[in-house]
Nanobody, 122 residues
Framework: VQLQAFGGGLVQAGDSLRLSCAAS????????MGWFRQAPGKEREFVAA????????YYADFVKGRFTISRDNAKNTVYLQMDSLKPEDTAVYYC????????????????WGQGTLVTVSS
């Protein structure tokens, strides 16, 4: 699976942004899709994940109620709608695909996109 994330940019605190991740290659719908982020000087951390059917979603506590993950298997695309952005959300955001395992763990993911930078100014 090849993944390409895009949609990042510079926004102000309180603004919204939608990230997209386009997948190609293997059957997209077979994979759990996740979003991770990495801020400067910090480790990459789990943000959100969605099961192959879209029936279940998972979020890190720090984004609950603000971010929404969704997917369109017909378009081979997963989205991350980010609302009420805060300066601490500034990071490079990565999408990833997993067949199984602990979907909150980086180790479960087999494929990664190149990342897209989100910068939130105060």
């Amino acid at each position: 699976v090849q993944l390409q994330a895009f949609g990042g940019g510079l926004v102000q605190a309180g603004d919204s942004l939608r990230l997209s991740c386009a997948a190609s290659g293997r059957t997209f719908s077979n994979y759990v899709m996740g979003w991770f982020r990495q801020a400067p000087g910090k480790e990459r951390e789990f943000v959100a994940a969605i099961t192959w059917s879209g029936g279940s979603t998972y979020y890190a506590d720090f984004v609950k109620g603000r971010f929404t993950i969704s997917r369109d298997n017909a378009k081979n695309t997963v989205y991350l709608q980010m609302d009420s952005l805060k300066p601490e959300d500034t990071a490079v955001y990565y999408c990833a695909a997993a067949r199984s395992g602990n979907i909150r763990s980086r180790g479960a993911y087999d494929y990664w996109g190149q990342g897209t930078l989100v910068t939130v100014s105060s």
